[in-house]
């Protein structure tokens, strides 16, 4: 069946320094969501992407989706102690004359001050 | 707009017994979804609800059940209650199916403890 995997499980990253998370998934999606869950939070909305080869930028934030739809990564620029939580992926796949959006296993990022 | 609600935020049960969480979805969300966290497994779907009509299933075992009432708002039950079930479960409400890739909004999940 379908699936979205997502590493690294965990990333430690000193304050300042860059941090990725990629997604893929070994068939083609339709398009990927990414949200952010701070600890002891709930799973929040950051973005979609849809086209093939699309960048979305939200502050210090750039999110890609491969040219082949079939990963996708949220890059991190000069981390800061907010950006500090579980970040996932959901990919969605078109399925059985509908869709499916399944989520990647998450990557928790820390952020030493 | 007020956001998912989930009733009730924490609850301790032991092994046997069963467990009914419920959900409210944002006004007008039809969609509501139910997904178990634990350390190290993500979220992992439990089933989608659609107009009263469960739409997708997850990989668990039939111990776990839920319903859609006709005002949207949906309840999960667990039954015969085992330790691995401890977790805090999650719901999501979107306007339309999940599938159709729309943004998912959660509630604050509710945290359960078996003992």
């Known amino acids: 069946g379908q699936q979205v995997m997502q590493i690294p499980q965990y990333q430690h990253v000193q304050e300042g320094e860059d941090f990725t998370t990629y997604c893929n998934s070994s068939t083609t999606l339709s398009n990927i969501q990414w949200y952010k869950q701070r600890p002891g939070g709930h799973p929040v909305f950051l973005i979609q992407l849809v086209k093939s080869g699309e960048v979305k930028k939200q502050k210090r934030l750039t999110f890609q989706f491969g040219e082949a739809k079939k990963n996708s990564s949220l890059h991190i620029t000069a981390t800061q102690t907010t950006d500090v939580g579980t970040y996932f992926c959901?990919?969605?796949?078109?399925?059985?004359?509908?869709?499916?959006?399944?989520f990647g296993q998450g990557t928790e990022l820390s952020v030493k001050p | 707009k007020a956001g998912v609600t989930q009733t009730p935020r924490y609850l301790i049960k032991t092994r046997g017994q069963q467990v009914t969480l419920s959900c409210s979805p944002i006004s007008g969300h039809r969609s509501v979804s139910w997904y178990q966290q634990t350390p190290g497994q993500g979220l992992q779907f439990l089933f989608e609800y659609f107009s009263e009509t469960q739409r997708n299933k997850g990989n668990f075992p039939g111990r776990f059940s839920g319903r859609q009432f006709s005002n949207s708002r949906s309840e999960m039950n667990v039954s015969t209650l085992e330790l691995g079930d401890s977790a805090l479960y999650l719901c999501?409400?979107?306007?339309?199916?999940?599938?159709?890739?729309?943004?998912?909004?959660f509630g604050p999940g509710t945290r359960l403890t078996v003992l």
């Open positions: 959901a990919g969605h796949f078109y399925y059985n004359q509908g869709g499916k959006l399944i």
């Open positions: 999501a409400s979107s306007l339309v199916l999940s599938g159709n890739a729309d943004t998912q909004y």
